[in-house]
């Protein structure tokens, strides 16, 4: 499937299956030796998740200095993901910006780390 194909339609219960969380980055760094430029994210979900690793691709966007402090969406429930010298733990969501760049998804207001998405 594309980018530009319809999506096509899922049950629900699919969709509930994948878990969704809030979370503040506390810590942000380049991927050393990544073929494509990325940066280490350190995400701290809360007590019930933790603190996770995620490799994002958000070079283009984004300073690792900008990064923390600010809370990011990412999926909590897929299995982990070794990206070069990195384990990824979660999925950091986004969207393309206009150049296909990735705009990080992230709440209007600042919410309680660990919140699920509903």
Not at 88 to 101: I, K, N, R
Request: net charge positive; no cysteine; aromatic share 4%.
């Amino acid at each position: 499937m594309s980018h530009s194909d319809p999506p096509a339609p899922i049950a629900l219960d699919d969709f509930l299956k994948v878990d969704i969380r809030v979370g503040t980055i506390i810590a942000a760094q380049p991927l050393e030796g990544a073929r494509i430029p990325a940066l280490v994210l350190t995400i701290d979900f809360g007590s019930a998740i933790g603190i996770k690793q995620s490799s994002a691709r958000i070079t283009r966007n984004y300073q690792p200095a900008d990064l923390v402090g600010r809370q990011a969406a990412a999926v909590v429930n897929l299995p982990a993901r070794r990206v070069g010298r990195v384990l990824s733990q979660v999925l950091t969501l986004g969207f393309p910006d206009a150049a296909g760049e990735v705009v990080l998804i992230a709440p209007e207001r600042g919410v309680p780390n660990g919140g699920r998405l509903y």
